[in-house]
Nanobody, 124 residues
Framework: QVQLVESGGGLVQAGDSLRLSCAASERAFSSSGMGWFRQAPGKELEFVAAINFNGASIAYADSVKGRFTISRDGAKAMLYLQMNSLKPDDTAVYYC?????????????????WGQGTQVTVSS
């Protein structure tokens, strides 16, 4: 059974940085497209960033462009999200997602496998 496990969330102040990590249980995911999504209280699941199998194609939501960086370490089957200049509006549960296949989409329906989420809280 495929497992995705996020870590790195926490409580920070506005302007601070956090680095989220996502460990995939299957090495096959090291050659698959993956993404980050988030869900704030009372809001729908929102796309954050996606990266294709080799990192050559990356997409970001407009709300995080220039502040967040998605990356991956294929050898370790790890996915990362570096979050800088955090804002209170970034407060949410962050999920990593993946599925077999080289491309990565911005829709939740693009992914079959999801982590349990990690809470990020940004205070003003």
């Amino acid at each position: 059974q495929v497992q995705l496990v996020e870590s790195g969330g926490g409580l920070v102040q506005a302007g601070d940085s956090l680095r989220l990590s996502c460990a995939a249980s299957e090495r096959a995911f090291s050659s698959s497209g993956m993404g980050w999504f988030r869900q704030a209280p009372g809001k729908e699941l929102e796309f954050v960033a996606a990266i294709n199998f080799n990192g050559a194609s990356i997409a970001y939501a407009d709300s995080v462009k220039g502040r967040f960086t998605i990356s991956r370490d294929g050898a370790k089957a790890m996915l990362y999200l570096q979050m800088n200049s955090l804002k209170p509006d970034d407060t949410a549960v962050y999920y990593c997602a993946g599925d077999y296949g080289p491309s990565a989409g911005s829709s939740p329906s693009s992914y079959k496998y999801w982590g349990q989420g990690t809470q990020v809280t940004v205070s003003s």
